[in-house]
């Protein structure tokens, strides 16, 4: 499930939505404790934190833009979609989407990605679309590197009035949408633009039985300004640094079993996210000569099945199967372990990702 601020915030965002879903009487006590908890999350003391998903390695492009066109074939398409906090009513909703070009060279990627993220009663949106572009360096045959950079326009909105409930609108014996909340608010939409950079490493043995790569990427270089409510210091997004490694290594003496262990550290900010784990990857079927994205009948199919653990927030247990090199679908669940297990029920969320790349002729 997402990291959020603090243990503290996550549990403010679930009593604002307990006293906004409540009883009408009951919110007409507790007025003032709502709007200290609005308070509480949106003050410019609380630093914000950018969304993620637990199957990072089927998200390479938000992984890192240096990952932007780097595959086998010509084009790729990637979509994400999580649900989590599914046990409160108004549970955090997420979706990104990403398309990829890999030029006829080899060597430059270009690529357009776009999330959506929706979180609470009050609707609380971030829209995000970038576009970026990677340059590969081959070192040897065995070994490159990658480097990135990509550019964003984001918007933050919210709506206070249209889907919270005020004891204002209580009219003594039900609740009214029509009278007026009586209650005045800042600015409900916010623009901003968003850079980031990173560079990545990969290499595999000449007989293809180990792979390896690793990637260093920054997201919010000019830490952008997110706040309702005019610049502020502590309004700005803070910078996010990722650094990820992942191997594939095979399994005995057969062709057809791999080790897929990978490690994700995360920092933004005074917050920090670690993730750990690892996939098995079952091969079915043979590969044709040139190992490329053909989707023939001769292209090799697998089976992934694992489990990660982020740190001292849930257990993601996960499985992917792809189809010919060229479509790939992965499901995970996030089984809360936090000390928020009491109010989620050990309930965290569910994730599906979907990739497909192809080539434009043989």
């Known amino acids: 499930m997402r990291i959020r601020n603090s243990i503290n915030s ?10 906004v879903r409540g009883d009408m009487r009951m ?18 003391f609380t630093k914000a934190q950018d969304i993620h998903f637990s199957q990072f390695y089927f998200n390479p492009t938000m992984l890192n833009p240096a990952n932007i066109g780097v595959f086998k074939g010509d084009y790729r398409f990637t979509t994400n979609y999580k649900n989590q906090w599914q046990v409160v009513d108004d549970s955090y909703k997420t979706m990104f989407a990403s398309a990829e070009l890999a030029l006829p060279a080899k060597r430059v990627g270009v690529g357009i990605s776009f999330f959506n993220d929706k ?17 590969t360096m081959r070192v040897s045959s065995n070994t490159s590197f990658y480097f990135g ?10 709506s206070y009035n ?18 007026s909340s009586g209650e005045l608010f800042g600015n409900q939409k916010k623009n901003y633009l968003d850079i980031g950079a990173g560079a990545a490493w990969s290499y595999i043995n000449k007989f293809a039985d180990f792979k390896s ?19 502020k210091e502590g309004n700005k997004l803070p910078a996010k640094i990722i650094a990820n490694l992942n ?23 005074p917050f920090s996210e670690i993730i750990a784990g690892s996939m098995v990857k079952y091969i079915i079927g043979k590969d044709n000569a040139s190992d490329l994205v053909y989707t023939d009948r001769t292209t090799s199919s697998a ?3 694992g489990i990660h653990y982020r740190l001292r927030d849930a257990i993601i247990v996960n499985a992917a199967f792809e189809l010919q090199k060229s479509l790939l679908l992965g499901f995970s669940y996030d089984v809360n372990v936090s000390k928020l297990r009491a109010a989620t029920v050990f309930r965290g969320g569910l994730e599906v990702s979907l990739l497909y790349k192809g080539a434009f002729s043989n």
Request: charged share 15%.
């Open 10 to 19: 996550k549990k403010n965002s679930i009593l604002l939505i307990l006293f």
């Open 27 to 44: 919110l007409f006590f507790k007025r003032h404790l709502l709007l200290i908890i609005i308070c509480l999350l949106l003050n410019p």
């Open 119 to 135: 979180s609470g009663s009050a609707a609380l949106k971030t829209n995000r679309v970038a576009l970026g572009t990677s340059y």
């Open 149 to 158: 950079a990509e550019g964003a326009f984001g918007q933050k909105s919210i």
């Open 162 to 179: 249209d889907n919270l409930k005020w004891d204002s609108q209580y009219n003594g014996n039900y609740y009214d949408p029509s009278l």
């Open 213 to 231: 790569n690793a990637g260093l990427a920054v997201y919010h270089l000019n830490k952008p300004d997110i706040s309702f409510y005019g610049t």
């Open 247 to 269: 191997f594939q290594i095979r399994m005995g003496s057969g062709k057809n079993l791999f080790a897929l262990p990978n490690l994700l550290l995360v920092r933004q900010g």
């Open 303 to 305: 089976v992934m099945l």
